[in-house]
């Protein structure tokens, strides 16, 4: 008895006849039922589940080739007994074509009808209801995107707590952007180039974070000089959720300057280490110091002023003293002074409080006022110092004549005679040295120039013979 090769049989179970779909639909194709008797079962999927063969067989006989084919394609659609694709917007009649090697065998045909699709959105990033925190950037990655017709297309993505995030975009580039705290309800949305689109809605949670302390034009270490107003500049700091509600800026023994965004401070001499504290309206806070040197200056004195020329014996006199203080700093706090008369010193303080004879207070004019009643002598010396921790201020000297009663002739004599027969004998005296000098330079030079002459002459032999002598 001959027994012959069987054929093959076709049959397609899905997709149905007439269906219609969009070229962005997966289509699932599945040959249930078709195969091959020859065919083994345990070499097919799944055991052969659902397909045509022998389970009786361990190898098969045919080798069985499948074709899942479309009169609007070239190509073949697949050649699997199942699997899923798209197909390109159009009117396909589909058909499933078995061959064992010996018989061809066709079955029945389909007809599908695609229309054109809106583009279709494959994001890698964020994925569904991700949690992210307010200081990192959301990455926006959708560019394995596609539009199945091959229309160019943009992306654009709406949050319900920041409106606009991403408009208009394109799928060559992945987006990062920073997104405020709560709980973003997406939409995104793809359009393409015939107005046709696809919108789809994803959540996304994000948790608040604590702020960034920075302080501004300061490096650590920088010198001030004495004097200068420091500004602390805080502007820079931020919260990714826009809720600094205290700045607090304090030295490092806890002393508090202020709470200002921005502060002018005068600093006293000496390291300092400034901090900033920033915190949001969770209480959550952030803290950044820097340190700074803060120069020191010495006191002068200068424009010392009397309120008199001369004072009369035996006479009480009032008198105003007033003395301008330079010190860049600002510390120094006591400037005081002297007089002499007769060999008797009596010291004295000036002040700078606006209190008493002192009309402004913190004006650097310091005021002293007194009254004087003078009996000996013929002068009296007035000294003025600053005081400034170990540090003193030159002296600021005047002399104040005595008015003798009864000598006035001598003291009138002195003023207009003696005082230019004075002056006249000093230049006189000058005037001879600057002769006497010249003259000394002359005679100096003169005096190189012979020895130069001396072409034999070695004064390391007056040396030797000098030695001689002073060793016999």
């Given at each position: 008895m001959e027994v012959l090769n069987s054929p093959p049989n076709a049959l397609i179970n899905y997709p149905n006849d007439g269906l219609l779909s969009e070229s962005g639909d997966l289509i699932g194709f599945d040959s249930s039922g078709s195969g091959d008797w020859d065919l083994s079962c345990l070499e097919l999927p799944n055991n052969g589940s659902n397909l045509f063969c022998n389970n009786i067989l361990n190898l098969s006989d045919d080798l069985v080739s499948i074709l899942w084919i479309s009169d609007k394609l070239t190509n073949p659609?697949?050649?699997?007994?199942?699997?899923?694709?798209?197909?390109?917007?159009?009117?396909?009649?589909?058909?499933?074509?078995?061959?064992?090697?010996?018989?061809?065998v066709v079955s029945n045909s389909i007809n599908i009808i695609v229309v054109e699709s809106a583009p279709l959105l494959i994001l890698n990033s964020p994925s569904p209801n991700a949690?992210?925190?307010?200081?990192?950037?959301?990455?926006?990655?959708?560019r394995n995107s596609f539009d199945p017709d091959g229309d160019n297309f943009t992306v654009s993505i709406f949050s319900d707590l920041m409106g606009h995030i991403l408009q208009n975009k394109s799928i060559d580039y992945w987006y990062n952007d920073y997104l405020i705290a709560g709980n973003h309800h997406l939409t995104i949305t793809l359009?393409?180039?015939?107005?046709?689109?696809?919108?789809?809605?994803?959540?996304?949670?994000?948790?608040?974070?604590?702020?960034f302390a920075e302080i501004t034009n300061l490096t650590n270490g920088q010198y001030i000089p004495p004097g200068q107003i420091v500004e602390l500049d805080s502007s820079n700091s931020y919260d990714y959720d826009d809720d600094i509600v205290l700045y607090q800026w304090s030295l490092n023994d806890g002393t508090i300057i202020g709470n200002k965004e921005i502060e002018m401070v005068n600093f006293n001499p000496g390291v300092i280490q400034i901090n900033l504290m920033v915190q949001d309206s969770r209480g959550a806070?952030?803290?950044?110091?820097?340190?700074l040197t803060i120069g020191s200056s010495y006191p002068t004195l200068e424009e010392l002023i009397i309120?008199?020329?001369?004072?009369?014996?035996?006479?009480?006199?009032?008198?105003?003293?007033?003395?301008?203080?330079?010190?860049?700093?600002?510390?120094?706090?006591?400037?005081?002074?002297?007089?002499?008369?007769?060999?008797?010193?009596?010291?004295?303080?000036?002040?700078?409080?606006?209190?008493?004879?002192?009309?402004?207070?913190?004006?650097?004019i310091w005021t002293y006022r007194t009254n004087w009643e003078v009996s000996d002598g013929n002068w009296v010396r007035v000294e003025v110092w600053a005081i400034d921790g170990d540090s003193v201020s030159q002296s600021q000297i005047e002399i104040i004549p005595i008015l003798k009663q009864g000598n006035?002739?001598?003291l009138d004599w002195a003023f207009k005679?003696?005082?230019?027969?004075?002056?006249?004998?000093?230049?006189?005296?000058?005037?001879?040295?600057?002769?006497?000098?010249?003259?000394r330079r002359i005679q100096i030079s003169k005096d190189l120039e012979l020895i130069e002459s001396w072409s034999g002459f070695d004064p390391r032999e007056l040396d030797q013979e000098f030695d001689g002598e002073n060793n016999n």
């Amino acid at each position: 008895m001959e027994v012959l090769n069987s054929p093959p049989n076709a049959l397609i179970n899905y997709p149905n006849d007439g269906l219609l779909s969009e070229s962005g639909d997966l289509i699932g194709f599945d040959s249930s039922g078709s195969g091959d008797w020859d065919l083994s079962c345990l070499e097919l999927p799944n055991n052969g589940s659902n397909l045509f063969c022998n389970n009786i067989l361990n190898l098969s006989d045919d080798l069985v080739s499948i074709l899942w084919i479309s009169d609007k394609l070239t190509n073949p659609i697949g050649s699997d007994w199942n699997f899923e694709t798209r197909l390109p917007a159009g009117n396909h009649n589909i058909s499933l074509i078995l061959n064992d090697g010996y018989v061809e065998v066709v079955s029945n045909s389909i007809n599908i009808i695609v229309v054109e699709s809106a583009p279709l959105l494959i994001l890698n990033s964020p994925s569904p209801n991700a949690v992210v925190q307010s200081n990192s950037p959301v990455l926006f990655d959708f560019r394995n995107s596609f539009d199945p017709d091959g229309d160019n297309f943009t992306v654009s993505i709406f949050s319900d707590l920041m409106g606009h995030i991403l408009q208009n975009k394109s799928i060559d580039y992945w987006y990062n952007d920073y997104l405020i705290a709560g709980n973003h309800h997406l939409t995104i949305t793809l359009k393409d180039s015939n107005l046709m689109q696809r919108i789809y809605y994803q959540d996304i949670l994000v948790q608040e974070t604590a702020p960034f302390a920075e302080i501004t034009n300061l490096t650590n270490g920088q010198y001030i000089p004495p004097g200068q107003i420091v500004e602390l500049d805080s502007s820079n700091s931020y919260d990714y959720d826009d809720d600094i509600v205290l700045y607090q800026w304090s030295l490092n023994d806890g002393t508090i300057i202020g709470n200002k965004e921005i502060e002018m401070v005068n600093f006293n001499p000496g390291v300092i280490q400034i901090n900033l504290m920033v915190q949001d309206s969770r209480g959550a806070q952030d803290f950044t110091s820097v340190n700074l040197t803060i120069g020191s200056s010495y006191p002068t004195l200068e424009e010392l002023i009397i309120s008199i020329d001369s004072i009369k014996e035996n006479e009480a006199t009032e008198v105003y003293i007033y003395v301008t203080l330079n010190d860049a700093d600002g510390t120094t706090k006591n400037v005081n002074g002297e007089v002499i008369n007769g060999g008797v010193s009596q010291a004295f303080t000036f002040r700078d409080d606006g209190k008493g004879s002192d009309h402004v207070s913190d004006d650097n004019i310091w005021t002293y006022r007194t009254n004087w009643e003078v009996s000996d002598g013929n002068w009296v010396r007035v000294e003025v110092w600053a005081i400034d921790g170990d540090s003193v201020s030159q002296s600021q000297i005047e002399i104040i004549p005595i008015l003798k009663q009864g000598n006035s002739n001598s003291l009138d004599w002195a003023f207009k005679a003696g005082l230019p027969m004075l002056s006249l004998l000093m230049i006189t005296f000058a005037l001879l040295g600057l002769v006497y000098v010249n003259n000394r330079r002359i005679q100096i030079s003169k005096d190189l120039e012979l020895i130069e002459s001396w072409s034999g002459f070695d004064p390391r032999e007056l040396d030797q013979e000098f030695d001689g002598e002073n060793n016999n």
